[in-house]
């Protein structure tokens, strides 16, 4: 396993990171059709990640309603693992209950859910913090106060972002530069072969600011795990009973069909191939992958040792290709006179 440094903080994660978004699920929805992983089980996933050389683990308050974190609090006690050889990050915006203010980015939200984020994990102290989404009613200048204030409790050490514009990710990086206060580290978004619609502001941001980047659902919600072709819609997998992220399926089914002939060539499966173009893109620091067994969790791990070639990657490109979407198509077209 390599280890890649996030920004500039100096702290070293593996280049995938363990998302527990299938952890739990008895309190049914959408987190029933995603994992209903249970106490044992989420202890095989950890320890077989961790036994791999995977250091950074996923979750977030709002995954199962909390049943996530307990399930990943649990098993980092039954393993033994030491603390300070983990890297644990979790998240607060969602509703976790029908009180008025059980969700967003308010000042209090943001406190009373690191407090019981804190509980349910059975830790002192949260490594990062997530804003997992977009507050339309709370301002960012008062995100970010609230996010540098929780910094300086010690009951986080650093704070990064989830689903937000690129526009308003710099917007809150220039308010805290300009306040002292501490800022986003790294941005966890979605990015897949299949849907790369980061690649048009958010990664030459990132990459701008010096901003790690951990995308999420590397493999379209399973639509690159090689289950789904034209001839085969897998019934009974995740995306026949919860279709998301949304997919251009024409696109997606093109592109597994390239990965089955690439995966001969390599002796691996579509979904390792698909982690391995993930990893090797611009910015990317950690992959964030999901498993519900540890069958599937090690197969994912094999990605790391595959190295896409120069021209595998060009022929991904051409499958899936990100149409310039305006200004960039009049950037590209003024600027040649600077080439």
Not at 4 to 18: A, M, Q
Request: proline share 4%.
């Amino acid at each position: 396993m390599n280890y890649k440094y996030i920004s500039n903080t100096g702290l070293l994660v593996s280049e995938l990171c363990l998302g527990t978004m299938t952890f739990g699920g008895k309190n049914g929805g959408i987190w029933e059709k995603i994992g209903n992983v249970e106490q044992k089980e989420a202890n095989s996933l950890i320890k077989t990640a961790f036994d791999a050389g995977i250091n950074f683990i996923d979750t977030a308050n709002v995954y199962s309603f909390g049943e996530s974190e307990q399930l990943l609090g649990q098993a980092l006690k039954d393993l033994g693992i030491p603390r300070d050889e983990v890297i644990i990050a979790t998240k607060v915006l969602g509703k976790m209950n029908e009180k008025p203010n059980s969700a967003g980015l308010s000042r209090y939200h943001i406190f009373n859910s690191v407090d019981a984020s804190l509980k349910r994990l059975q830790l002192e102290h949260i490594d990062i913090l997530y804003v997992h989404g977009v507050d339309p009613k709370t301002p960012i200048e008062e995100i970010m106060h609230s996010l540098n204030d929780i910094v300086n409790t010690g009951k986080v050490r650093y704070i990064a972002v989830c689903n937000w514009y690129a526009w308003q990710i710099s917007k809150a990086q220039a308010i805290a530069q300009y306040k002292g206060w501490h800022k986003f580290i790294a941005l966890q978004h979605h990015y897949a072969a299949v849907n790369r619609d980061i690649e048009h502001e958010l990664v030459p941001m990132a990459v701008e600011h010096n901003l790690s980047i951990f995308p999420w659902s590397p493999l379209a919600g399973g639509f690159l795990t090689g289950k789904f072709t034209r001839k085969n819609t897998t019934q009974g997998a995740r995306r026949s009973n919860f279709d998301f992220p949304p997919v251009d399926k024409e696109k997606a089914y093109n592109l597994v069909d390239i990965l089955q002939e690439m995966g001969n060539r390599y002796d691996a499966s579509i979904a390792q191939l698909a982690l391995a173009w993930v990893r090797q893109q611009r910015g990317i620091t950690s992959t964030i992958i999901g498993a519900k067994t540890v069958d599937q969790l090690n197969e994912n791990i094999k990605s790391v040792t595959i190295d896409l070639s120069d021209n595998d990657l060009k022929e991904i490109d051409e499958i899936s290709p990100l149409p310039l979407q305006y200004p960039g198509w009049m950037v590209r077209q003024q600027s040649g006179y600077r080439m």
